[in-house]
């Protein structure tokens, strides 16, 4: 089978180490990949939103199966096109991916659909939001652009002007482009967050070992918002209870409102939840795996994941074997360029990737990083993700922390309290 993986970041590393694993792959792409899909996979400079050269390169390249890492190419419908041209896709389609771009929508579907959220409200309009947010007597709240805002569109105000100021700006202002013209004003929801993916082909799922992100740039989470500096598996506050309601009453129902609503689901459906006092609460549905959940998730996978992604995508879910874990938990230490999140610095040389090499049971996952001379550089904000399995949580911290003080490259940020809070408990 001739495979191609779009996208080019930590998320599409691991994928790539993980399906080149399989007996069943002949040929394994990357578009465009980075300086570790290089390592397992043919890089091809195609970028992850020229849909006409990625639609032009399954053809020429007579890929059998396309796997879509990141949101935005899915958003525009990618899956589709590439559906239309014969190729087998796992991601959804343009209606599907709506689940993530379009937060109202998702909002939407949770209510008629019974889904436990919190409870929100929609604005296009700044009078109508402050009026609203007049009337509200508990802080922080939480606002929310309608669109992809690659992970930094909520702000959680903690009184009525900075509210009121938060919303003009998106609705008057422009932050946010597009995606912020539309407003959601949310319940804010107090607990502990919990990623839980499952593959799907849109009439069965499977659900995937829960993660947990670490979404502040600062230890303590402090700062500002990431794409996610760090993640582990399983987080000790998803407990068997609590899986099986986020299957029942998040995931099932999920996946039977896409079909109900005609649309082609095959992919992952990502639920981003609360795990509040009161149960599961989606904070959030992705179209896609997390970056950098499936950093943790991932190696802990110990089926052949083509069979499940080439199931998914010809929507044959139900024959496929249940999913083999590895019981040992994983920890991912996000390690991110200077100036991240606000912007990144390229070209900073990156060493003791050699080193880390020999170490067992751990994984470097490249993210923003390309080839320089004999070199690996920094070419992006996040630029590796250091995974490590052990025995329990905190072996898989030390060996993960053991690995991150071998890697230096200027600049250089990364929290130090990964995992911390299965820890603290
Ligand atoms: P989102 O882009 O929707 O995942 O939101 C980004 C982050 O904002 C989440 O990971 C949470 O930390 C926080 N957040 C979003 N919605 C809520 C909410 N309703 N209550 C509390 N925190 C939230
Ligand atoms: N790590 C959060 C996400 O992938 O959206």
Redesign the pocket.
Known sequence: MRVLIVGGGGREHVLAWKIRQSPLVTRLLCAPGNAGTAEVAENVAVADGDIEGLVALCRTESVDLAVIGPEVPLAAGLADRLRGGGVKVFGPGAAGARLESS?AHAKRLMQRYLIPT?SSRTFQDFEDVANYLEAQQHYPV?L?ADGLAA?K??V?PESLDEALAAAREMLEGGRFGDAGRTLLV?????GE?VSVLALTDGKTLAVMEPAQ?H?RIYDGDRGP?TGGMGAYSPPPVANAKFLADVEREVLVRIVHALAREHVEYRGVVYA?L?ATRGGARV??FNCRFGDPEAQAIIPRLRSDIVPLLDACAIGRLNQVEDLEWDPRPAVCVVMASGGYPASSHKGDVITGLDEVREMDDVHVFHAGTARQGGDVVTAGGRVLGVTALGDDIAAARDRAYAAVEKIRFDGMQFRRDIASRALGR
């Open positions: 937060k919190g939480v929310k992970g569109g909520v959680l949310e319940e804010y929801l107090r967050e992100d979404k918002n981003g609360m904070i959030e």
